[in-house]
């Protein structure tokens, strides 16, 4: 029944984005909603509903959905938000479309208004509903809003991308200054009680008209449905571009009271991307610069970029700032050099970015940009810039047309892009840059939005390559739900679980004192000796722990300190216990393998450089849960750790394969594992890996 309802209402999503008639529910505040539907050029038919009034914004009132023609393909929900249960139940009942819910205080209001949203949920059933607490949907491939109020509505023909944002503000914004962005589709999701991100990808990914999907994520609601829907855009080729927020303790309380929505850690968020081939941008101009990049019908192919400034110091300081986000500016060879003077006067300098200075512009012509520019065009360049920042007198602006001329020639016999963009944020004027994109050609504005826009573009060829060759591996299950209290394990009991699985473990002995002293030297030395006592989850803090140990009397004295040390430190905590353990003979380095339980998200796997400093060391990565070996050993080979040691591929190879046996038993007691931390894993001078301390906790 569950699949039967989701097809139904994916059909009843798509009568909402493309209606044929579409109600408005409300008083007076329904007014500039029907006029802004109008303003988007929808040509269907427009009915109102409200019990007492006569009309509004010039349509006739009927009193009650059920004095409609027939069930709406699209309706517009402005009423109070115990009025709007019950018209959104009326309207799944008689067969409707979708609605939009623009009312808030919902689930982002707290207990009582979760209670609420639980309750419209229910009586959603197979209604498309989108929100509550948005602003709507627009097709502007088709001429329809559905929308909150008046707004700017900029008609798109031809292909074009689709913004899904979680705030109605950033849609507001977007919608409202960006010009020159072909912008199908823009959806203000609000809280995702019924409908949610998922659900969206899926219906732009239905429409072949949009060739890019940009996100602005507060929270996921179903992560299942979201690692679905995004591996579904990568099978089809249409790159997801993310600005996210609430990845902070204080972002995330805010997109709490925002959106009602769970809030993700900066990592987690990051991990989810790089496993499913999302593009992240860093801030709202980059999210729609690398949106209208991906969404071009040339989009970069990689991070190699031939440049060229009006301004010998633009030329180095793009250079600069280009490299620093990853970007590579191929140096002409000799060859071109030759080619680009016999274009080119001796004062434009022959280099990448290149100086196409004031003096040479104004002598410039249309096949001098076209033919002196393309020439840099060759194999190694997967995108060509001009930056100009455009003078607000338009006969000052005059000398520069010829080159952008040329660059229009050289866009539509070019395999790569070839882009202008400003250096100041507002550099191209409206006029100019509508101009370019009727030309085909994209504009960008700002020097620092438009090289992260570069950067991020680039990553989408590389990640989307390695899903593809990996792609089973990337769907995420539905998260399990796990309960307090927790309880943790001894380190003795965690790493005989771990041995379970194939985790090399130190050869141990537990006991009282004077059972571990009985036992030392058949294990022989150096001895490793521990408390062992689950309660102490810091032992290196309490003194806990002694290294290096040769012999009988220094097991006792090990275990003497430990006590004093351990009850200096807590004197509640219990003495009585110890594990010892032969230590691990030319250690090389040591790596550490975390895994932690997500609410809403799942496990997390943490690898990176191991000891007492993790936090501080910052060479680490994240995966998701479950992965692959081909994940793991790509997270491994990012290491700074593992290029500063050069590690050989049987080391690597080992390193994986213990890491592999961690995520298989974690994923083997996902419902319970709570926490576990392998810190450190020594890796040998033979190439052989222990897991030398283990910290494990499981939910009752």
Excluded at 72 to 80: G, R
Excluded at 187 to 214: E, F, H, K
Aim: charged share 20%; proline share 6%.
């Amino acid at each position: 029944m569950k699949d039967i309802a989701s097809t139904r209402r994916r059909e009843n999503l798509q009568r909402l984005l493309k209606p044929r008639h579409i109600a408005f529910v409300g008083g007076r505040a329904v007014e500039d909603c029907i006029n802004a539907t109008r303003k988007s050029g929808f040509t269907g038919q427009i009915w109102a509903v409200h019990p007492k009034y006569e009309e509004l914004a010039g349509v006739a009132c009927v009193p009650s959905l059920a004095d409609l023609p027939e069930p709406p393909d699209a309706t517009l929900i402005a009423v109070s938000r115990e009025r709007t249960v019950d018209v959104v139940a009326e309207l799944n009942a008689m067969g409707a479309g979708g609605a939009v819910s623009i009312v808030g205080e919902f689930a982002e209001t707290g207990e009582d208004g979760a209670a609420l949203q639980a309750r419209l949920v229910t009586a959603a059933g197979d209604l498309a509903l989108v929100g509550p607490n948005c602003l709507g949907v627009m097709n502007m491939f088709d001429g329809m809003a559905v929308w909150g109020g008046d707004n700017v509505f900029s008609p798109v023909t031809g292909d074009g991308v689709a913004l899904i944002s979680q705030s109605g503000y950033v849609a507001y914004s977007v919608t409202n200054v960006e010009q020159a962005l072909p912008l199908g589709y823009a959806i203000s999701m609000g809280n995702q009680a019924v409908l949610n991100v998922a659900d969206y990808i899926d219906a732009m990914l239905d429409d072949p008209r949009v060739r890019a999907i940009g996100l602005y994520l507060e929270g996921i609601v179903d992560i299942a449905a979201f690692s679905t829907a995004a591996l579904r855009a990568v099978k089809q080729g249409v790159p997801l571009v993310v600005l996210k927020a609430g990845g902070t303790q204080e972002s995330a309380e805010l997109a709490q009271s925002h959106s009602g929505t769970l809030a993700v850690d900066n990592e987690i968020w990051s991990a989810l991307f790089r496993r499913l081939a999302i593009v992240e941008a860093g801030s709202p101009k980059a999210l729609i610069e690398a949106l209208k990049l991906l969404g071009s019908p040339k989009p970069p192919k990689g991070n190699r970029i031939v440049a060229a400034a009006n301004s010998g110091g633009y030329a180095a300081m793009i250079g600069e700032k280009g490299r620093d986000v990853g970007l590579e500016f191929p140096a002409p060879t000799q060859a071109q050099r030759k080619a680009l003077r016999q274009t080119v006067p001796e004062l434009v300098s022959l280099m990448n970015p290149l100086d196409w200075n004031l003096p040479w512009a104004a002598m410039s012509t249309p096949d001098t940009s076209d033919n002196g520019m393309g020439v840099l065009m060759d194999d190694r360049c997967d995108l060509l810039v001009y930056f100009v920042d455009w003078p607000r007198d338009r006969q000052v602006a005059d000398v520069w047309w010829p080159t952008l001329e040329g660059l229009i020639q050289l866009n539509n016999r070019a395999e790569c892009p070839v882009v202008i963009a400003s250096v100041f944020p507002d550099g191209l004027p409206a006029d100019l840059r509508l101009r370019l994109a009727d030309a085909g050609v994209v504009t960008l504005q700002g020097l620092d939005d438009t090289l992260a826009a570069f950067s991020a573009a680039a990553c989408y060829p590389v990640l989307r390559e390695q899903v593809l060759a990996d792609p089973e591996s990337r769907l995420l299950p539905v998260p399990a739900t796990q309960s307090a209290p927790v309880a943790t394990l001894t380190e003795a009991k965690g790493k005989a679980l771990l041995a379970e699985y194939g985790i090399p473990v130190p050869v141990c002995a537990t006991g009282t004192a004077e059972e571990v002293i009985a036992t030392a030297d058949s294990l022989g030395y150096p001895l490793a000796v521990k408390l062992l006592n689950a309660d102490l989850a810091h032992k290196n803090h309490a003194g806990a722990v002694h290294l290096n140990i040769s012999d009988i009397a220094g097991v006792k004295h090990a275990i003497n300190a430990i006590r004093a040390s351990v009850t200096r430190y807590d004197p509640r905590l219990d003495t009585g216990h110890f594990l010892i353990e032969r230590m691990v003979s030319a250690p090389r380095a040591e790596f550490i393998a975390g895994v932690s339980h997500k609410p809403g998200i799942g496990h997390a796997l943490v690898i990176g450089r191991g000891g007492t400093n993790v936090e501080e060391l910052r060479d680490f990565t994240t995966l998701l849960l479950p992965t692959s070996a081909a994940q793991i050993e790509d997270a491994i080979h990012g290491l700074s750790l593992t290029r500063k040691l050069r590690l050989q591929d049987d080391e690597v190879a080992a390193l994986t394969q213990t890491i592999v046996n961690i995520a298989r038993f974690a994923e083997d007691n996902r419902n319970t594992l709570a926490e576990l931390d392998v810190n450190p894993m020594l890796l040998d001078q033979a190439g052989r890996v222990t897991a030398v301390d283990a910290y494990m906790r499981f939910s009752n």
